[in-house]
């Protein structure tokens, strides 16, 4: 069963084209990039950059390089082949478009869209669905055109691209399957299993105190004797190539770091990356959760351990950003109040922590994504994962303002709450504050709902094991829910008024319990943890409104389905009441309740409604996935050769800005 690590959501992704608000009107900044099958490309600003000292901006511009140096390790992660499929296409797409090789625009067209979504998914299986994408062009044709441009290419290449059996998911969670050998993934060598894996981390586990996270940095392969062996991922071991061009950067960020603290968390991340050795990422990790005061920080490292079938291995992710001043005054209130939220909540006393600490607040602006946050990105963050760090040293936790207000805008005008909003009264209150309701949703849900509650003695914090993750988002997300509706929001300045949270109760239950669905392909069930737990919170709450007076229901008309909620503060009450439900499951390790839970509410999908929901979706012509370009950062160097200014510039495209990272940041060899 896949390994969930109690008490984090790291990641934790939106609904882009589903929070969006209606006003036609935008900004000068062009946020829409590009769009191709389910993905639209988008372009984030940087607002404020310009307000940091040169000092700030060469730290960023060193950062950043530390960060894109990563994108090949991520790419062989996600797959044994992934860089020699990239490579082969970005060879023949390089010779296309200087008309080196000719095909028809058709082809053209198809195999570019191939090599986008290859670029968008770091590899050759959807992002999300972690299914396998087959190319819209045929293996004769592809062979036929890299003879003709001369470009040779490896054979075993073939059958990974184009025989839907052969490697179909990414990352398997099904039941019965091997899930080592099952998933496409880069974590384990050939002909690993999943017993000898779990045997290998079984008999290497550390149980000390201060436990070393073993496997987090390292791949696991069969030697010749048919031997478990880890090759870790470090100078000298494997991705050596990337990683010291990474501590190369690192070592010029060291030098523009904004303090001692910063500094030492720089230094432990260079001697992680040079050592592997796990005793020193956690001393990074203590650093860095220390280095609380720098405005400038980083994510550089092997992080999320969601695409390891077997949770333990981490993908490799950077991001770096900036402190958005303004904004974080409004998470430090929330993290003020933490102790009040706790203790007001609908929880039982048992459960509630005496004393919550540890919560830091900060909102950022993005300034680069990089590997596992990029093209698509999470709009929060929430590190370290170490369970033990977080109960001593804390951890951060923190929401990117630049990055959902690119996606708010982008959205502006496409039709989709016109579709989907039961009538202009809920679409002028959602215009309104809907913006502001997913900002301070997510807020509640980093800063105080996953922080809030306590464990029985005894109670292990795997105890609800596959369905942890679920339960978890469920816990967070209704904390924040609960809270959306209260009146201490608006006294505390954080809503204007109390209609506001009508905005995010609405979106929240027409999500979950509809307009998510357009991510589900036809027939499937719901995999994904916060998907899961949006659904799950919806089809809870409507299975227990009130049957005399319900407080919301679902209603037809014309024969489209819409949410129309009666009573905000009954749904309030339900949210609450689910709130203490779910709380008890974690705090007592009740597996079963939550099994229950989950298989009632999460997982399956109401098949008319779900076919109903994609017909009126695909009318509109929206992508329900969105990812990013960055900007570009360059230098500029006064005569010694210092550098006395960074420029940013937001103009380079989608498939330019990939062509460019191949060529400029790929040191990997084909086969690692
Ligand atoms: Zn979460």
């Not at 809503?495 to 239950?509: H, I, R, T, V």
Request: with cysteine; net charge negative.
């Amino acid at each position: 069963m896949k390994k969930i690590i109690f008490n984090r959501c790291s990641l934790f992704i939106i609904l882009a084209a589903l929070l969006c608000a209606c006003q036609p009107k935008k900004s000068s900044f062009q946020y829409n990039v590009d769009k191709f099958y389910d993905l639209e490309i988008l372009r984030y600003n940087v607002p404020e950059f310009d307000s940091l000292s040169l000092q700030q901006k060469t730290l960023v511009y060193y950062l950043s390089e530390a960060a894109l140096w990563g994108r090949d390790i991520l790419f062989d992660q996600n797959g044994r082949y992934n860089l020699r499929i990239r490579r082969t296409c970005e060879a023949l797409y390089e010779k296309m478009i200087n008309g080196e090789l000719q095909v028809t625009d058709d082809e053209f067209e198809a195999f570019e869209r191939y090599l986008k979504r290859v670029w968008f998914s770091n590899g050759i299986h959807h992002h999300y669905s972690e299914d396998k994408f087959l190319p819209e062009f045929d293996r004769d044709w592809f062979v036929a055109v890299c003879d003709k441009a001369g470009i040779a290419y490896d054979e075993a290449l073939l059958p990974v691209m184009f025989d839907p059996e052969v490697m179909p998911k990414r990352t398997t969670q099904q039941d019965g399957v091997d899930l080592v050998l099952g998933s496409a993934g880069n974590y384990y060598g050939e002909g690993v299993t999943q017993a000898e894996a779990e045997k290998w981390y079984a008999d290497h586990k550390d149980n000390s105190p201060e436990p070393l996270w073993i496997g987090l940095n390292s791949q696991l392969v069969k030697n010749d004797k048919g031997e478990i062996e880890e090759r870790v991922y470090k100078v000298g071991g494997l991705y050596s190539e990337a990683l010291e061009k990474i501590v190369f950067y690192l070592r010029k960020a060291y030098d523009f770091a904004e303090n001692d603290k910063q500094r030492l968390a720089i230094a432990k991340m260079i001697e992680f990356n040079e050592t592997g050795d796990l005793k020193t990422f956690n001393e990074y990790c203590i650093a860095w959760v220390r280095d609380l005061n720098s405005r400038v920080d980083f994510v550089n490292g092997f992080t999320e351990t969601y695409s390891d079938p077997l949770g333990i291995t981490g993908a490799w992710e950077s991001m770096v950003n900036f402190k958005d001043l303004e904004a974080t005054k409004r998470t430090q209130l929330i993290s003020d109040n933490a102790q009040w939220f706790e203790d007001n909540s609908t929880t039982d006393p048992r459960f509630k922590k005496e004393e919550v600490k540890g919560v830091t607040a900060k909102v950022i602006t993005a300034a680069i994504l990089a590997g596992d946050c990029y093209p698509a990105t999470p709009i929060g963050i929430n590190l370290p994962n170490a369970n033990w760090i977080r109960k001593e040293y804390g951890s951060k936790s923190v929401t990117i303002d630049n990055l959902m207000h690119a996606y708010n805008e982008a959205a502006k005008g496409n039709g989709f709450n016109e579709e989907f909003m039961i009538d202009d009264a809920i679409r002028e209150i959602y215009d309104k504050y809907g913006a502001i309701c997913g900002d301070l949703h997510t807020d509640l849900h980093e800063c105080v709902g996953h922080g809030s509650g306590k464990l029985m003695p005894g109670v292990s914090k795997d105890a609800l094991k596959e369905h942890a993750s679920t339960i978890e988002e469920a816990r967070a997300d209704l904390f924040g829910l609960y809270y959306l509706g209260d009146p201490k929001l608006v006294e505390l300045g954080l809503l204007p008024d109390n209609e506001a949270f009508k905005a995010g109760y609405y979106q929240q239950m027409m999500n979950g319990l509809m307009t998510q669905l357009v991510r589900i392909e036809p027939g499937k069930d719901i995999e994904e943890a916060h998907m899961r737990n949006r659904q799950l919170i919806a089809n809870w709450v409507l299975a227990h409104v009130t049957p005399t007076s319900p407080e919301l229901a679902i209603i037809e008309r014309e024969g489209k389905h819409y949410l129309k909620i009666y009573d905000y503060q009954g749904l309030r009450r339900l949210y609450g009441e689910l709130l203490a439900e779910i709380q008890r499951i974690t705090s007592e390790g009740d597996y079963p309740a939550a099994k229950a839970m989950v298989e009632k509410y999460a997982v399956k999908v109401n098949e008319d409604l779900h076919r109903e929901i994609l017909a009126r979706y695909e009318k509109l012509n929206l992508a329900p996935y969105k990812g990013f370009v960055n900007p570009v950062y360059t230098p500029v160097y006064d005569a010694d050769g210092n550098i006395s200014d960074v420029k940013i510039d937001f103009t380079e495209g989608y498939s330019e800005q990939h062509m460019r990272y191949s060529r400029d940041y790929s040191n990997l060899p084909d086969i690692n």
